[in-house]
């Protein structure tokens, strides 16, 4: 199911049919995110004139192209790489007539991928700011609407650039909701929120900023682009893979084999061990009672849950949502899940997540682990990977954030 997900949001399989007829003037490329290369891979293989530009993916997820350039830099923090690429995309898309079409290829984990600051604000100032921001629990959408209101390129500015150019934003999502403001903070759509909003969550998880960064922050220089803005109007945007469609690949291969499947929902936020623990208690009501699904049958959701760091372990959230879900099923006979982000990257980690079954816990113990200890210590890598049931894809060239899935085999309870 995990393999179907992931397939289903290639974008070889479903870029080409989103492409307009080429433009009379010039095509220009640019785009940004963990699967922007694969995009523009498929884009070059399916656009029948010419076309020429610059995407940035993150480390280790290049694709060859032969007319798109493809730059390589640091995510989740941002690198000198990264603020290299943004500032030539923004140089890349000036001077464009109405005449010419801009496609933007944009996904998943491109915020930390265009790092590009407003003046008075350092890239140095962007790494501690976004480091703040993975460890204070705030979601990506509250991430995200403060990295656009520091950003140059960001929240419609790369669009505003574009201007008077016909802009298609392609896009695949792996945020909850699929808001195209919040999918790499959409630097090129308009942008609802205010700097006010930036300032409020900045204040709500205490994120210390420098004096010069929030007086950039409270200046009208933080503002961005709003719906209605003339430069925006020449703007179309498509989803070509969505949260949604992986979780009914998934769904589609649950059902051949003979089970129930029932979609949770694509858009499940909260603390990761929150969620595991609801999780959990849904298993154990369906295992042993029948409520609210009767077994066997299939539990999956999506969406993008939080960790606050409290500890010195190494994440990420799936795996420490499956170390909460295990401790809740306390060895529930004929329950297994897994869970993994369909980038292939867990937090900072190269492991996507891991998978339990009924002998996760015995198993911790009999080697030394100690569940409740690795959950404290925000480490549920560590403890995976310990035990050996890590699950590593290496770069899978797609990004629909979080997926997983509970598996009951049978009902272990009266109503079995």
């Not at 051949?256 to 595991?276: N, P, S």
């Not at 029948?290 to 959701?301: H, M, N, Q, Y």
């Not at 500890?311 to 060895?331: D, I, Q």
Request: net charge negative; aromatic share 4%; proline share 6%.
């Amino acid at each position: 199911m995990f393999d179907a997900a992931i397939a289903a949001a290639q974008p070889a399989w479903t870029l080409a049919q989103y492409l307009p007829a080429p433009p009379r003037g010039r095509t220009i490329v640019i785009g940004a995110g963990k699967a922007s290369a694969a995009m523009a891979s498929a884009l070059e293989a399916a656009w029948p004139g010419p076309l020429e530009g610059l995407v940035v993916t993150r480390y280790g997820y290049a694709v060859p192209c032969s007319r798109i350039e493809i730059v390589q830099a640091a995510h989740p923090v941002p690198d000198d790489a990264g603020l290299a690429a943004a500032q030539r995309m923004l140089q890349l898309v000036s001077g464009l007539d109405e005449d010419d079409l801009v496609i933007s290829l944009v996904s998943g984990g491109g915020s930390s991928l265009l790092p590009l600051p407003l003046a008075g604000i350092t890239l140095d100032d962007k790494q501690r700011i976004n480091r703040a921001l993975l460890k204070s629990g705030a979601t990506i959408s509250e991430m995200n609407c403060v990295r656009r209101h520091l950003s140059a390129i960001k929240g419609g500015r790369l669009a505003a650039a574009c201007y008077p150019a016909q802009v298609l934003n392609l896009l695949i999502s792996d945020v909850p909701g699929d808001d195209p403001i919040d999918i790499a903070s959409g630097p090129t759509v308009p942008d609802p929120t205010t700097r006010a909003d930036a300032l409020a969550i900045v204040k709500r998880y205490a994120i210390d900023l420098p004096a010069h960064v929030l007086a950039v922050l409270e200046s009208d220089a933080a503002e961005t682009l709003k719906p209605g803005d003339p430069r925006l109007a020449r703007i179309r945007t498509e989803f070509i893979a969505t949260p949604r469609l992986a979780l009914e690949a998934a769904a589609r291969v649950g059902r051949d084999a003979g089970y129930a499947v029932h979609v949770l929902g694509d858009a499940i936020e909260g603390e990761a061990r929150d969620v595991g623990k609801v999780m959990g208690g849904i298993a154990l009501a369906a295992s042993r009672h029948g409520e609210p699904f009767a077994a066997p049958c299939v539990l999956l959701s999506g969406g993008e849950t939080t960790v606050t760091v409290r500890g010195m372990g190494r994440g990420g959230r799936n795996v420490e949502y499956l170390l909460s879900l295990a401790l809740t099923l306390r060895g529930e006979a004929g329950v297994h899940a897994i869970a993994g982000d369909t980038d292939g990257v867990d937090g900072q980690e190269e492991i996507a997540g891991a998978v339990i079954g009924p002998d996760t816990l015995e198993r911790a113990w009999r080697a030394g682990l100690r569940p409740h200890d690795a959950l404290a210590a925000n480490d549920g890598h560590g403890f995976f990977e310990a035990l050996g049931d890590a699950v590593v894809t290496g770069p899978t060239l797609t990004n629909v954030n979080d997926f997983r899935a509970i598996l009951l085999t049978r009902a272990s309870g009266a109503n079995a």
